[in-house]
């Protein structure tokens, strides 16, 4: 695997994590709309009334289960790549990886953030990769 993709793997745990919670949200909202089944109402129909808020817990229960085990991949993806990012060297490599894979600004706003050009952020960000496949190898052949 090569160091992008690798260290894009944060990012993309945390858009699917950010996603599983607005699914979660929607299905909260849906499921405090729906009425339990009222016993005490005279049935007028001959089909058995389904329990809407039990198929809505249940949807509820497997959303949350879900955002659980994104939440706990994102977080060690974040810490391990974090840790690794903090001891590059140079600091312009440390800063640029940060911002880029952990932060997830694009090439220009890093330029703006740290008041260089656009071309000269590409030019140190193509380094830093390298660098950080020179010193992670192993990490990069454990997720290939």
Do not use: C
Not at 56 to 73: C, F, G, N, P
């Amino acid at each position: 695997m090569k160091p992008k993709e690798y260290l894009m793997g944060a990012l993309r745990l945390k858009s699917r994590y950010e996603h599983a919670l607005e699914d979660l949200e929607y299905i909260r909202s849906m499921a405090a709309g729906v009425e339990p089944i009222r016993y005490d109402k005279e049935r007028v129909q001959t089909s058995p009334e389904r329990d809407k808020m039990a198929e809505y817990m249940v949807k509820l229960d497997k959303a949350e289960s879900k955002a659980q085990r994104l939440s706990e991949a994102y977080f060690n993806k974040y810490m391990t790549i974090r840790a690794q990012i903090e001891i590059m060297s140079p600091q312009i490599y440390a800063d640029l990886l940060y911002l880029r894979y952990i932060k997830g600004m694009r090439l220009w706003q890093i330029g703006d953030e740290l008041g260089y050009t656009y071309e000269w952020i590409r030019t140190i960000h193509g380094r830093a990769l390298r660098e950080f496949g020179r010193m992670f190898p192993d990490a990069l052949k454990e997720h290939t």
